[in-house]
C-alpha cells in the first residue's frame, strides 16, 4: 500500500512540473513576440533626434578701408512635403509664406497644384529670410497647418528650408577686375575661386565650419534646448583685406579707359606700389568685366600671363649690372657713333636721337641703343644672367595672382655671341610680364632692394583677429650706392631726357621710357608695345609706378612710349597729387 502512495506521488509531482513548464514556455513566447514587436515598432519610429544646420559662407574681399570688393549669400530653398499638409489650411500656408517672402499668392498655390509629395515652394531665399521661415514652419506646425499622416504619431514633416546655392556679389561690379577674379561651383554646390584673387586665396577665403546643432525634437521637430545638445560653432572663412585704395583704383581704371580710346590699343595696364613694402595700393586694366556676367576673352590677366620683350626700360637694368662690377663709370664718354653701328651679323642697330658721342649716364638719358651696344662688349655673361635673375627674371614675381608665367633670359652660352648681348642691353631676347618689370624697379627707388609686389596682406579669421598673410622680406640686388645713383640718372631722364613729360615741380620723378616691337612668327610686325616704369616720390612716401601699353596705333606716333605711356603716367601721378598721396614740396 505504501508503495502504490509513493508511486501516486511521483507521477503527480512530474504532471505538475510539466504543467508548470508548459505555462513556462507559453509566457516566454509572448515575451519573445513581443520584443519583436517592439524593437520593429522601434525601426518604423522616427529619430527622436533632430539636426540643425546654420550654414558657413564664403569670406568677403575687401579694400584697404574696408569697402566690399565681393561677399556671400548662402541661398535656400524652401520644400513643402503634400502629403504633412492639411489641404483645409492650405490657404493660411499660402497667405502667411506669402507675407513673409513677397512671393504672389498665385505663384504659390500654382506650385502647390504639382503632382508630387515634394514640392519646391520657393528658391534663393536669403540667409535672413531662411531664418524668419524656419520660425514660421514651426508656427505652422504648432497650428497644425502640418499634421501626422498616422495616427497616434508625434512625427510632422511639413516644409524643410534646406541649403540651395550660395551667391558672390561684386557690388562695385567692374571694378579690380580682372584682378579681383569670379567663383563656380562644384556638382555640391561648395564655390571655388576660379581666377584672381579669388582663386589665389580660395583656401582661406573657404576655411569655414558650418553651425550644427543636434538635440531632441518635441512633437513639432523643433530641438529641444538643454544641456544635452551638441553644437559645433559656424565659422565662415577669412576674410582677406587688400592693399588696394578704392578712390585712387577707381580713378585709374577711368584714366586707362579714355587713354585706351585715344590711342586705340588693344590694353592698357598700371599699378602703384608702395617701394619699400611692395603693397600695390591700385592695380588696373582697361580690359574689364563684370563677374556677374563673364566674358571669355577677358580673363586672362596680362600683367602676368603676357609675356612680352620690353624694349629700352630693360637699359638701367644692364646698365647697373655693368656699373656693379665697376665696368663702366657714369662720366665717361661713349663713342654713339652719330647714331648708327653695324652688329657681326650684318644687322644695323640705329638710334631715334643721334649723337657722335654721349657720356655713359646719357646714353641711358637719351636711350641710345647704339651707346648700350658699345657698352654691351664689357659685360661678363655670366655676371649679367645672375644679375638679371636677381632682379626677378626668368621666375615668378611673387603678386598673389595664380597662373603667372615667368619669361626667359637668354643662357650664358648664347650670351657669348656679341649681337644677343647687344639685343639684351636695349631689351629684346628677353621676355618678361609687368609685375616682374615693376618689381624689378623697385630696386631703383628702394636702396639696391627689390619688393615683392603684393594685393593683398591681411586676413580676418573668424574670431576677427588681423593676421598678416606670408610677407615677404625685400631682396638686396644691388649696393645702395649703385641704387642711388641709378636713382638720380633715372631722375635725368625725366628733367632732360625721354621722359620729360612726367616732370612735376616738386616731387621726386624718375623712370624710363621703352618702346618695343612685336614679333609673329618670328618676323618682327608693324606693332608695338609701349611702356614706362619708373617712381614718384615725396619727402614721406615713395612709389614704384608702371605703366605698359598694348599695341597702340601705330599711326601718327602715339606707338611711341612718350607719346602713350609717359603721359598716362604723368595722369596717374596727378590724380594722387589730388587725392593726397602725393604732396609736392613747396618752392
Known amino acids: 500500500m505504501a508503495e502504490i502512495e509513493d508511486f501516486e506521488y511521483e507521477k503527480n509531482k512530474k504532471v505538475k512540473i510539466s504543467i508548470i513548464f508548459f505555462f513556462f514556455m507559453v509566457i516566454s513566447f509572448f515575451l519573445i513576440i513581443t520584443f519583436i514587436g517592439i524593437t520593429e515598432s522601434d525601426k518604423k519610429t522616427p529619430n527622436l533626434k533632430r539636426k540643425d544646420i546654420d550654414y558657413a559662407s564664403r569670406g568677403n574681399i575687401l579694400s584697404a578701408k574696408g569697402m566690399i570688393f565681393a561677399d556671400s549669400n548662402i541661398l535656400y530653398k524652401v520644400i513643402i512635403y503634400k502629403k504633412y499638409l492639411d489641404p483645409n489650411k492650405k490657404n493660411l500656408l499660402v497667405d502667411l509664406f506669402s507675407k513673409y517672402t513677397g512671393i504672389d499668392k498665385d505663384i504659390l498655390n500654382k506650385r502647390l497644384l504639382e503632382d508630387s509629395n515634394k514640392i519646391v515652394l520657393a528658391t534663393n531665399i536669403n540667409t535672413k529670410m531662411a531664418k524668419s521661415l524656419k520660425e514660421l514652419r514651426g508656427d505652422l506646425t504648432r497650428i497644425k497647418v502640418f499634421r501626422a499622416i498616422k495616427k497616434g504619431s508625434s512625427f510632422y514633416k511639413g516644409m524643410d528650408i534646406v541649403k540651395y546655392n550660395e551667391s558672390r556679389d561684386y557690388p562695385l561690379k567692374d571694378t579690380l577686375e580682372p584682378y579681383l577674379g569670379y567663383i563656380n561651383h562644384h556638382d555640391n554646390g561648395e564655390t571655388y575661386g576660379v581666377y584672381g584673387l579669388e582663386k589665389y586665396y580660395n583656401n582661406l577665403l573657404t576655411n569655414s565650419k558650418d553651425k550644427i546643432l543636434e538635440g531632441q525634437r518635441d512633437k513639432q521637430g523643433i530641438i529641444i534646448r538643454d544641456k544635452n545638445n551638441k553644437t559645433i560653432k559656424k565659422e565662415d572663412g577669412f576674410d582677406i583685406i587688400t592693399n588696394i585704395d578704392l578712390k585712387l583704383q577707381k580713378v585709374i581704371e577711368q584714366i586707362l579707359t579714355k587713354q585706351k580710346e585715344k590711342l586705340q590699343a588693344k590694353e592698357i595696364v598700371a599699378a602703384v606700389m608702395d617701394s619699400s613694402t611692395g603693397k600695390i595700393l591700385a592695380v588696373a586694366s582697361s580690359r574689364r568685366y563684370n563677374p556677374k556676367h563673364k566674358i571669355v576673352d577677358a580673363l586672362t590677366i596680362s600683367a602676368i600671363r603676357y609675356i612680352y620683350e620690353p624694349g629700352s626700360v630693360i637699359k638701367p637694368i644692364f646698365f647697373s649690372l655693368l656699373y656693379k662690377e665697376k665696368k663702366v663709370k657714369l662720366e665717361e664718354i661713349i663713342n654713339t657713333h652719330n647714331g648708327r653701328i653695324k652688329l657681326s651679323n650684318g644687322k644695323v642697330v640705329t638710334d631715334e636721337h643721334r649723337y657722335p658721342f654721349l657720356s655713359a649716364k646719357d646714353v641711358i638719358v637719351h636711350s641710345s641703343n647704339v651707346g648700350m651696344t658699345e657698352l654691351s662688349a664689357r659685360a661678363n655673361p655670366l655676371k649679367i644672367v645672375d644679375g638679371f635673375k636677381s632682379f626677378g627674371f626668368t621666375k615668378k614675381s611673387g603678386i598673389d595672382l595664380s597662373y603667372e608665367l615667368s619669361g626667359t633670359i637668354p643662357e650664358v652660352v648664347d650670351l657669348q655671341n656679341s649681337v644677343i648681348r647687344a639685343n639684351l642691353s636695349y631689351g629684346y631676347r628677353i621676355r618678361a610680364n609687368f609685375f616682374q618689370l615693376l618689381s624689378a624697379y623697385s630696386v631703383f ?115 611711341f612710349a612718350s607719346q602713350s605711356a609717359v603721359p598716362t603716367f604723368r595722369m596717374i601721378v596727378e590724380s594722387m597729387i589730388e587725392q593726397g598721396l602725393l604732396k609736392p614740396r613747396s618752392k
Not at 625721354?498 to 621710357?513: H, R, V
Open 445 to 559: 627707388n628702394n636702396g639696391g632692394f627689390r619688393v615683392i609686389p603684393k594685393i593683398a596682406s591681411i586676413k580676418v579669421t573668424t574670431k576677427g583677429v588681423k593676421e598678416w598673410i606670408e610677407a615677404v622680406k625685400p631682396i638686396k640686388v644691388l649696393p645702395k650706392m649703385v641704387a642711388n645713383n641709378m636713382h638720380r640718372v633715372l631722375n635725368e631722364v625725366v628733367t632732360r631726357g625721354t621722359g620729360k613729360a612726367t616732370f612735376i615741380d616738386g616731387l621726386d620723378i624718375g623712370g624710363k621710357t621703352g618702346t618695343s616691337q612685336i614679333t609673329q612668327k618670328g618676323h618682327y610686325i608693324r606693332k608695338y608695345n609701349s611702356s614706362f616704369f619708373g617712381f614718384a616720390n615725396d619727402a614721406n612716401y615713395h612709389f614704384t609706378i608702371g605703366v605698359l601699353v598694348i599695341e597702340p596705333n601705330p599711326k601718327g606716333y602715339v606707338h
